[in-house]
Nanobody, 128 residues
Framework: QVQLVEFGGGLVQAGDSLRLSCAAS????????MAWFRQATGKDREFVAR????????YYADSVKGRFTISRDNAKSTVYLQMDSLRPEDTAVYYC?????????????????????WGQGTQVTVSS
């Protein structure tokens, strides 16, 4: 099973930028889709963005489209989430996720229940 560790959260002001990183180990990183989710206090975990194994295909939630950018470096087994023009409503714990072992191709699910491996999360707080 893959192990995931997120880095880069913090407290910022509205309009600022942050870059989150997620380091993967335990499985061939370049072989599978990766995703970012977030969970605000008292709310369900929600999809943010996903990226194909090659980085050639990406998909974003409407709430972050045009402000967030997902990318990956397969040589470093790391996926990134560049967050620009942050808003107070972006405040949440951010998680990276990997699909179940053995899944190939572009994994297109956005429901958290379809993703098998999770990091511990990193807190992002945006003040107004």
């Amino acid at each position: 099973q893959v192990q995931l560790v997120e880095f880069g959260g913090g407290l910022v002001q509205a309009g600022d930028s942050l870059r989150l990183s997620c380091a993967a180990s335990g499985r061939t990183f370049s072989g599978y889709t990766m995703a970012w989710f977030r969970q605000a206090t008292g709310k369900d975990r929600e999809f943010v963005a996903r990226i194909s194994w090659s980085g050639g295909s990406t998909y974003y939630a409407d709430s972050v489209k045009g402000r967030f950018t997902i990318s990956r470096d397969n040589a470093k087994s790391t996926v990134y989430l560049q967050m620009d023009s942050l808003r107070p409503e972006d405040t949440a714990v951010y998680y990276c996720a990997a699909p179940p072992s053995g899944v190939s191709g572009y994994y297109m699910y956005v429901s958290p229940s379809r993703w098998a491996a999770w990091g511990q999360g990193t807190q992002v707080t945006v003040s107004s």
